[in-house]
Nanobody
Framework: QVQLVESGGGLVQAGGSLRLSCAAS????????MGWFRQATGKEREFVTG????????NYADSVKGRFTISRDNAKNTVYLQMNSLKPEDTAVYYC???????????????????WGQGTQVTVSS
């Protein structure tokens, strides 16, 4: 049974930082590209960042470039999202997802991903 378990969300003031973690089990972690998505209230789920199987390719949404960093530790079956300089606009439920892609790419559409975590709330106050 595949499980993705997220942690690290919470309430932070604008300009602050949070680190999200997603621990995977029940799958061969190194065979999956990993992504982070977010969904704000009343909006569709959107791509935040993704990382290829070996970590060599990283994609970021324009809105988070320079502020967020994705990384993975295949030995720990864990993917991380370091979020710095947080803005109120970053407030959303953040989801990690696993994509068994065929060519080692990072895909940006939610429908491409096979497994999802339960989500963790990130709230950035002014």
């Amino acid at each position: 049974q595949v499980q993705l378990v997220e942690s690290g969300g919470g309430l932070v003031q604008a300009g602050g930082s949070l680190r999200l973690s997603c621990a995977a089990s029940g799958l061969t972690f190194s065979s999956y590209a990993m992504g982070w998505f977010r969904q704000a209230t009343g909006k569709e789920r959107e791509f935040v960042t993704g990382i290829s199987r070996g970590g060599g390719i990283q994609n970021y949404a324009d809105s988070v470039k320079g502020r967020f960093t994705i990384s993975r530790d295949n030995a720990k079956n864990t993917v991380y999202l370091q979020m710095n300089s947080l803005k109120p606009e970053d407030t959303a439920v953040y989801y990690c997802a696993a994509d068994r892609s065929f060519m080692g790419q990072v895909r940006v559409t939610p429908i491409a991903y096979d497994y999802w975590g339960q989500g963790t709330q990130v709230t950035v106050s002014s």
